[in-house]
């Protein structure tokens, strides 16, 4: 015999089961959703930090490469460094 219009019975939206798996989906979904925006926001952080790595001599050598520098600047930049 069913009560009232039917979703009584443990699976409907806000009762039982079918409210326990409503409830389970919504926090997920709220989880997700601040994990994504935690690593958007830090992703930026990361390639910070990996590029701080570099070497004084990496970054001079991609300063020359790029025509920053000339040859000369070049050469006497990386003996002071190498000294």
Known sequence: MMW???F???WGPGTG???MF???LFWGLIIAGLVWLYRL???SD???FIDSRETP???LKKRYARGEINKDDF???KKDLES
Request: glycine share 20%; proline share 0%; net charge neutral.
């Open 8 to 10: 009584m019975n443990g």
């Open 22 to 24: 409503m409830m389970l």
């Open 17 to 19: 089961i079918g409210g």
């Open 75 to 77: 050469e006497r930049m």
């Open 41 to 43: 926001f830090m992703k």
């Open 4 to 6: 009232g219009n039917g």
């Open 46 to 48: 990361r390639t910070e």
């Open 57 to 59: 001599l990496d970054i």
